[in-house]
């Protein structure tokens, strides 16, 4: 039986919300309408300080999740007209949150379990719509002794996933993250976060250029690689580190970029970005040829496929695989997170466990999310 699910996603790169509602049956998923809304100025340099210590931290995270509720609400609402649907014809909302913290076990500095915070508040949202809302995704896996994230690797592959053939799925948002799908689509199925994807680049593109990200990479593609900048931010420990492995804008932020700039403080702003650049696709490129080098395929899926001079480069540096934009797959990259979320949702719902432990290193098999009512 089909139902009707939205999802709703707001990344790390903080461009805005992403939403779909989706039609969902055994087997089958199809959006029905894609909406977005960009994130108010304040809101966003609030979200954006709250990545990192600062005064009245609890007071300020929750103002913050109720006005991330009220643009939630409003894409919403955009789904609801765009195809006539009634509120009451909605099974469920899945509501990811905005991620201001991710800390997950084995994090540098960390001695427990670890933690991962996302701002929402599902009770307001439900009481907005009068929907059911699934939230909280990721904190059941790292009470169970996962990374929390990515989660999306079981979205891609029931979607993107072929029988009898390897296939690679990239999603580079703020970060960049790679599913790894086996032709058996099952136990050998792998995911896990490269490192940066568009974090560095948009931060570095806005403050040098007043533009909240580089259009089709056209800044960067301008600009030339620094050898030995790129050389000195690939050494740090992350790239390294054997899967499962997630991250962050904890670890991946400006003040990590200042900190190699002050030994490169010769390097032009143009040329930083062309780094950036590189270090991200080179940082991917090494993940599939490690982990992805039977299949002959790279889906890319996120902010980044909208990155043409990124996209020229992955295909550069893997001349044995196809790179294609998860468009050309039949999902339009922008929508590929919120439908995950509305997957999630109905595996919430109907009690379904994910296994994540080959992706986040969980214990064992999870229920992701939990319930809100309408």
């Avoid at 029905?32 to 007071?59: K, M």
């Avoid at 403050?207 to 580089?214: A, E, I, K, R």
Wanted: glycine fraction near 10%.
């Amino acid at each position: 039986m089909a139902e009707l699910f939205i999802g709703l996603m707001s990344g790390t790169s903080l461009d805005g919300v992403d939403g779909v509602i989706v039609e969902i049956s055994p087997g089958k998923l199809k959006v029905l309408a894609h909406a977005d809304a960009p994130l108010p100025p304040e809101l966003r340099a609030e979200l954006l300080a709250l990545n990192c210590p600062g005064p009245n931290e609890l007071h300020r995270a929750a103002l913050a999740s109720n006005a991330l509720m009220q643009v939630y609400a409003e894409v919403i609402a955009q789904l609801l007209r765009a195809t006539a649907t009634n509120p009451a014809d909605i099974r469920a909302i899945g509501a990811h949150g905005q991620t201001v913290r991710h800390q997950p076990q084995n994090h540098p500095g960390l001695s427990s379990r670890g933690y991962t915070i996302q701002l929402c508040n599902p009770a307001l949202l439900a009481e907005l719509t009068g929907m059911d809302v699934v939230a909280d995704f990721r904190n059941r896996d790292v009470a169970a002794g996962g990374q929390g994230a990515p989660l999306v690797p079981v979205f891609h592959q029931s979607v993107f996933g072929q029988r009898g053939r390897a296939t690679a799925v990239l999603n580079i948002g703020g970060m960049a993250n790679l599913t790894v799908i086996g032709p058996a689509l099952g136990a050998d199925l792998l995911g896990f976060d490269c490192g940066p994807g568009n974090v560095l680049l948009d931060a570095w593109c806005q403050q040098h250029t007043g533009q909240p990200f580089d259009k089709e990479g056209r800044w960067a593609e301008g600009g030339s690689v620094n050898v030995e900048l790129l050389a000195a931010m690939r050494t740090d420990p992350y790239f390294a580190l054997p899967a499962p492995k997630s991250t962050g804008r904890d670890l991946f932020n400006p003040a990590w970029l200042d900190a190699h700039l002050n030994m490169h403080s010769k390097v032009s702003a143009q040329d930083v970005q062309a780094t950036l650049l590189e270090l991200t696709a080179s940082a991917c490129c090494d993940c599939v040829i490690s982990y992805a080098k039977n299949s002959v395929k790279l889906i890319v899926c996120g902010g980044g496929a909208f990155n043409l001079s990124l996209m020229r480069r992955l295909q550069t540096l893997l001349p044995g695989h196809r790179v294609e934009s998860s468009g050309e797959a039949g999902l339009p990259p922008q929508q590929v997170e919120a439908a995950a979320f509305a997957w999630l949702a109905r595996k919430a719902i109907y009690r379904e466990s994910l296994h994540l432990e080959n992706i986040t290193g969980t214990k064992g098999a999870r229920i992701a999310g939990a319930v809100y009512p309408a």
